[in-house]
């Protein structure tokens, strides 16, 4: 049965804000920074076969720090490259804007032509449909989006379609292994909206790609989120925080009272959380899927 309750990803300003605290209260930003100076390097090394130009295409970008913390390792991993270019899909009109911001204030960025895209991945999808059939993709990512597709299978599939030879197509998502994970495994009908699969954990994604025998590598990042402040009633950032848990608008207002004590109980539990110096540290940990070109 569809969910009654209104997903918090039709709020973009809400949406934005509570993301944004997240990332206060979370080592998310700092555990994929590791990942892309620690990791990344390795796994870009094939790519382009040593073109002169990449062709690159970030999909749900946000503001765009990590893209472009990436596509500064991609650079560093092959000086030879005098150009790339920067496909940016991203819906939210506050997050281009932000990332436009951040181009602008970073120097040493000539050599990358952004293409911005105010857009959905569906949309982009029928977009290069339309645009170009033949162009083919160096590196596409998709970081902390594939919940916010009405398919995500297929949504990696078109986006493995347009890989080079030696291209790679990176997806970073909740681990299944992580408190998300458990959250979603126990209330997933209802708090998952119908229209969009927000519960997809890299677990679903490799149930997916191993029913289909390919291969990938995986890497698992682990981060966690601050979340005692939800545990104060009526406190502002932590009615903001419990909404990005739920992905639900307005979660401690319009649920149920059963649904929000089972919710708040399952947060508070080892499953999920551990409990330390009066703080509650819920597991934020992460997964990086790396994909090559279809053979
Ligand atoms: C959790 S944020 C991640 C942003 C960025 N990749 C990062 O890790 O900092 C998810 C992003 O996906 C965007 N988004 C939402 N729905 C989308 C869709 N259908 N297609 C592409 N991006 C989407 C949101 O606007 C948001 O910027």
Same mark, same amino acid.
């Given at each position: 049965m569809a969910s009654p309750l209104k997903s918090l990803v039709f709020d973009d300003s809400r949406y934005q804000k509570s993301f944004k605290l997240f990332l206060e209260r979370s080592t998310e930003h700092q555990c994929m920074q590791d990942f892309i100076h620690k990791l990344l390097p390795d796994i870009l090394a094939g790519v382009g076969n040593g073109k002169s130009h990449l062709n690159v295409i970030g999909v749900g970008s946000g503001a765009g720090e990590i893209e472009l913390e990436m596509l500064s390792g991609l650079r560093l991993k092959h000086p030879g490259v005098d150009g790339v270019d920067n496909e940016v899909v991203e819906p939210s009109a506050q997050q281009l804007h932000n990332y436009?911001? &951040?181009?602008?204030?970073?120097?040493?960025?000539?050599?990358?032509?952004?293409?911005?895209?105010k857009m959905t991945a569906a949309e982009f999808e029928e977009h290069w449909k339309v645009k170009t059939t033949c162009k083919k993709v160096d590196f596409i990512h998709m970081i902390q989006m594939l919940y916010y597709v009405k398919d995500p299978e297929a949504t990696v599939s078109f986006f493995q379609s347009l890989l080079n030879t030696n291209g790679k197509l990176l997806i970073i998502l909740v681990s299944g292994e992580s408190g998300w994970g458990k959250l979603w495994q126990t209330y997933r009908d209802q708090l998952?909206?119908?229209e969009i699969s927000q519960c997809v954990t890299t677990k679903d994604i490799k149930c997916f790609l191993d029913s289909k025998g390919m291969r990938y590598q995986?890497?698992?990042?682990?981060?966690?989120?601050?979340?005692?402040?939800?545990?104060?009633?009526?406190?502002e950032k932590g009615e903001l925080l419990l909404d990005f848990l739920t992905e639900v608008l307005n979660f401690s207002?319009?649920?149920?009272?059963? &649904?929000?004590?089972?919710?708040?109980? &399952? &947060?508070?539990?080892?499953?999920?959380?551990?409990?330390?110096?009066?703080?509650?540290?819920?597991?934020?940990?992460?997964e990086v899927i790396v994909l090559n070109q279809l053979t």
């Open positions: 436009r911001v &951040l181009v602008s204030q970073k120097p040493d960025l000539n050599h990358i032509t952004f293409h911005w895209n998952c909206n119908t995986s890497y698992e990042l682990p981060s966690q989120m601050d979340i005692t402040e939800c545990f104060t009633e009526g406190d207002k319009t649920a149920s009272p059963e &649904l929000k004590a089972g919710v708040m109980d &399952l &947060l508070r539990h080892s499953d999920c959380s551990v409990e330390s110096d009066s703080k509650v540290m819920f597991n934020n940990n992460l």
